[in-house]
């Protein structure tokens, strides 16, 4: 919840200041923005702490509160998107696609509505009246709303792209598959007792995944002793589970307009494993949806997914806040630091005493061949915590990517003492991205798939608005594609635009800014918004200048 509320919020300022380029910032809703914001901040510090079962919920709670009020203030935003957006008169349903990003995309979009009483289906057309490939997916227990399923084609740099939505005589044709073997033009896929048993990249004439002793997808239990926080997370192989061991069949296997999914399951001892796999017709990606159902809670176990890359000789980097790290590089070294006894650095759980097997990543992993031009695969998830090696007994040395779906451990609470078994269903999403040379090549996409193209769904019917409105459009273009915008919002204390980017592959490029409208006036600004020396603007109102390796930009500006 924390975590989708965070990028919903980004996500909600960017399209509120893209509206504020016409109408100004009247009705923004600062006081939610910062009500949403502080409810996201505020559970930090002292999770499992003295009374912790009384505390951890009021966190459970801060991270709820914000994602409601987060998806209130994009919804908001949405609407007024909607409204502003040329609309054909008739029984069709507009539909309007946001992207949050600084750079053109081609992604799917899962579009809810309510199906309109006598529609049997859906056609979809673009803003040309061509019809867009699209299907409506299986609905989960207790959903009363529609969705339905597509691939945006080239929606604009932080702008919409508009689409209608009218009613189909049928519902679209799915053919029913079966084997274990399928592919569309980017992937030959085969899938295993556990997983993905290969994937073979047509385009780099190569088998992205060694699957020997590990499928692509696989669940894997560890035992996993210890209190959370306080030890070095080690794991055991007591009570070693993983997929391949149970049966899992195919509960569908069917072929839509817009991709190929399977959906299997496996009945563990304390849960069930439910997973989707998607190949998207127009997509070189493979998406995984991934769900615990009805996990017990039992102590003291860890849950990963693993997908076992196929290099003998790889590099392994992650994402963090404004960079990326490569392992055994750019990583601290420890003989630097001074004794435990003048820090509150402790070696044995932090790292100083052996190495850290788990990393925090933001959106991606990924393993690369070390030589000039070799292959990789970049893994994208919605997790946090991640492994690059096997832990498992006769551990193998090719690099086996790793995310952390759930662990059990020993609460540090006293007053009670408790443990976080976290009962219940959880539900994960990831996607595998093979690629050439390292992960420099798809990380903007990793990126995007946490910041999903934002579907805006009007009103059957809705009244056509004055001629001139664009079907599609950008409110704000930052280039080159190694800059990567982290902030466009309004500006604490007064009506100019903040924007905050970083440059992401490490080296010195030129920046070039501009909006759907002349920028002003411009000033550099302190990551806390403090004024700066003011900036020089084009005559066409952009802004250009240099960025050092990894530097973050902050700005102020003027329309």
């Known amino acids: 919840a924390g975590r989708e509320a965070h990028n919903r919020l980004l996500a909600a300022e960017r399209l509120f200041a893209g509206l504020s380029l016409q109408s100004g910032f009247e009705d923004y809703p600062q006081q939610t923005f910062t009500e949403a914001w ?261 102590k003291d176990r860890e849950l990963r997914v693993v997908f076992p890359v196929n290099l003998d000789d790889a590099r392994t980097s992650y994402e963090v806040p404004f960079g990326a790290v490569e392992m055994g590089k750019d990583e601290l070294d420890f003989t630097l630091l001074p004794p435990d006894s003048d820090t509150a650095f402790r070696p044995d759980i932090y790292g100083g005493d052996h190495p850290l097997a788990y990393r925090e990543a933001i959106n991606w992993v990924d393993a690369s061949a070390q030589r000039y031009l070799g292959h990789g695969c970049l893994s994208a998830s919605d997790m946090t915590v991640h492994l690059f090696r096997d832990e498992t007994d006769h551990p193998v040395s090719y690099p086996i990517l790793q995310h952390v779906l759930l662990s059990t451990r020993k609460s540090l609470a006293w007053n009670p003492d408790y443990w976080f078994t976290q009962a219940g269903t959880h539900r994960y999403r990831m996607a595998l991205l093979p690629h050439k040379g390292d992960w420099r090549l798809r990380y903007r996409e990793a990126i995007a798939f946490n910041y999903p193209l934002f579907a805006v769904v009007g009103d059957q019917g809705a009244p056509a608005h004055p001629a001139g409105d664009r079907a599609a459009s950008s409110f704000f273009q930052l280039q080159p594609s190694n800059l990567v915008l982290t902030a466009l919002k309004k500006s604490e204390d007064d009506n100019r635009l903040v924007i905050r980017f970083y440059e992401a592959e490490g080296f010195e490029t030129p920046a070039s800014i501009r909006f759907a409208k002349p920028i002003t006036h411009a000033w550099k600004a302190s990551l806390i918004e403090d004024d700066g020396e003011p900036m020089q603007t084009l005559a066409d109102g952009s802004l250009q200048f240099s960025v050092k390796p990894w530097e973050i930009v902050t700005l102020k500006v003027a329309v």
């Open 38 to 298: 502080k409810a996201n901040c505020w559970p930090d510090h002292g999770w499992g702490g003295n009374q912790g079962i009384i505390t951890d919920s009021v966190y459970n709670a801060s991270y709820e509160k914000s994602k409601k009020l987060a998806d209130q203030l994009l919804n908001n935003a949405g609407s007024r998107l909607g409204k502003t957006i040329q609309k054909q008169p008739g029984n069709g349903i507009p539909l309007v696609v946001f992207n949050p990003l600084n750079w053109e995309r081609t992604d799917v979009v899962h579009a809810r509505l309510q199906m309109p009483s006598g529609w049997q289906g859906v056609t979809l057309r673009d803003e040309a009246g061509r019809e867009v490939p699209c299907e409506i997916s299986a609905k989960q227990e207790g959903d009363t709303a529609t969705e339905v399923v597509f691939v945006a084609e080239r929606v604009p740099s932080l702008g919409y792209r508009s689409y209608a939505m009218e009613p189909a005589s049928s519902a679209a044709s799915v053919t029913t598959l079966s084997g274990r073997r399928v592919e569309n033009q980017f992937f030959k896929v085969v899938f295993g007792d556990g997983g993905i048993k290969s994937l073979y990249d047509k385009r780099l004439t190569w088998d992205a995944l060694r699957t020997e002793k590990f499928d692509g997808g696989e669940v894997v239990q560890f035992t996993a002793p210890g209190v959370a926080w306080e030890d070095p997370e080690i794991v055991t192989m007591e009570n070693f589970d993983k997929t391949s061991r149970h049966p899992f069949p195919f509960k569908t296997f069917t072929k839509g307009p817009a991709r190929i999914t399977a959906l299997r399951e496996a009945a563990f001892k304390h849960f069930l494993l439910r997973e989707n796999f998607h190949l998207y017709h127009a997509l070189d990606r493979v998406e995984i949806d991934l769900a615990l159902v009805n996990w017990d809670g039992q």
